[in-house]
């Protein structure tokens, strides 16, 4: 019991608490205190000081004073234990992979009432319903989340931190089509692909996470390795369900051991574009990895086009295959 306290008030601060209730505090001086209004009693000059390295509250106005959970106790006029209960799902609300989940669930949803974004899907070569939501896609159309998120008890201070809405405010993601990207089961990023005019990939701040789908992917003796999520979507589509994605042609170096974590033959397919710079990468990944003992195989694909377009352009799962095993060493 005391350590699960003791472990709660080291998630959720004190300060950061009393900020998401929107307390407003100065430094006090240039120590770790901190001074502002005080939020048990009415006043007009800001008595309420709050020492952030002791976590603990103090007001010389109404002389209370204590830490997080006599804080709630006192404001929320609740019980120790209801207290506690309260702070449980305050906490909930101030973590970033939860924050991330329902943002990404929120996208989803607003897939369906966005033509836009399916008719993106579509030209594509995204259509399957069912890869749609297993692949859980879904739609930023900009404007909307910030409001939504806050309204669920998330703080404007942890949505900024999750880089979910921008410096200004504003949503960050705006107009694209949004995969989550999963790092140990948990959501650690969102990478939003524009369908319009704008920059075309744009990732929220943090790791990218793992190799896409990797946990059922690396059961396989042999994967494809590919650089961009709409690549993934049309060869699990057309069955290749060993595809896996890096998100980009540089592989984190979490993302490189996980190709590495057993003998297999890792297949390559990335951009065969006109300044060749997916072909370097492709090479220079293959002898890092023919270093660990994997074995590799470069895929070539026709010149100008990556998997995706491969598949839009009307390739099929058989001239697919055929270069999978025309593919070079
Ligand atoms: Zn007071």
Known sequence: M???????????????????????????????????????????????????????FYCHGCGQGGDLIRFVELSQH?????????????SAVADPALVLQQASAFYQQQLDHYPEARQYLERRGVRDPALIRELQIGYAP??????????QGYSLDLLRRTGLVNLQGHDTLYQRVVFPCYQDSSIVNLYGRSIGSAFAHRFLTGTKGDLFAWESVR??????????????????QAGFRHATCSLGTHLTSDQFQQLCDRPRTVYLSFDL????????????????????????????????HDPNSFFVRGGDARQF???????LL
């Open 219 to 236: 059961q396989f003796p042999s994967v494809i390795l590919v650089e961009g999520m709409l690549d993934l979507a049309v060869l699990w």
């Open 273 to 304: 574009d006109a300044n060749g710079s997916g072909q370097q990468a492709a090479h220079a990944l293959a002898h890092r990895l023919r270093a660990q003992g994997i074995t590799t195989r470069r895929v070539l694909l026709p010149p100008g």
């Open 142 to 151: 900009g404007g909307r989340l910030r409001r939504y998120l806050l309204a």
């Open 78 to 90: 609740l019980s120790f234990r209801q207290s506690l209960t309260y702070l449980e799902r305050q």
């Open 321 to 327: 295959q055929s270069l999978l095993e025309a593919a």
């Open 2 to 56: 005391g350590e699960d306290l003791e472990r709660l008030k080291q998630r959720l601060p004190l300060l950061d608490f009393l900020r998401q209730q929107n307390w407003i505090g100065r430094p006090a001086g240039q120590g770790p205190e901190f001074v502002g209004l005080c939020p048990l009693h009415s006043e007009t000059r800001p008595s309420f000081y709050v020492n952030a390295l002791k976590n603990l």
